[in-house]
């Protein structure tokens, strides 16, 4: 009799064992692979970061200050510029990804001079022009790296139609 319920028991972990090894397997196979999107013709940062990261159809973009993306400097002329570098290196990002700004349903934006706001709105509807418009926040801070006067960070989705 113990003998038998040993093998049971032994039975029991075992299909124990194989159950939990395929719950794990079922579970890896469903989550989405990591993939980094780097232009091609884009300079790497020193920052310990990544352009954008896609995962499944959601594409993550880094914040982006107004840098020429083959010199890494930051373009000069002050806030209007360096936007509409950003808007440019950001339009790259997602042209990578197979996206573009329609698919865009998040910004966040860093001003380090809350005067340039109403020309950021200004700005910002030239290359936002059809509904729904992304969420937004706008940020005042006091300064940002490179002595930018923008930053701006996007999350976008592929659309499944």
Not at 7 to 12: A, N, P, S
Not at 22 to 40: C, D, E, F, L
Not at 75 to 85: A, K, S
């Amino acid at each position: 009799m113990r003998r038998v319920f040993a093998l049971f028991v032994v039975l029991i972990v075992i299909g124990a064992a194989y159950a939990m090894q395929r719950n794990k397997s079922n579970a890896m196979a469903t989550v989405p692979h990591k993939r980094v999107i780097q232009p091609a013709n884009y300079k790497p940062t020193a920052s310990p970061l990544s352009p954008a990261i896609l995962i499944g159809d959601t594409l993550y973009m880094s914040g982006a200050t107004g840098g020429d993306p083959v010199t890494g400097q930051l373009v000069q002329g002050g806030f209007e510029p360096e936007m509409r570098q950003i808007m440019s290196n950001l339009q790259t990002v997602l042209k990578t990804a197979d996206m573009d700004l329609t698919n865009v349903v998040a910004v966040t934006t860093y001003l380090r001079d809350m005067s340039d706001f109403a020309r950021f709105n200004e700005i910002y509807r030239e290359y936002f022009k059809t509904d729904p418009l992304p969420t937004r926040s706008t940020v005042a801070v006091k300064e940002l790296a490179r002595g930018a006067s923008i930053e701006m960070t996007m999350t976008a989705v592929r659309a499944q139609d």
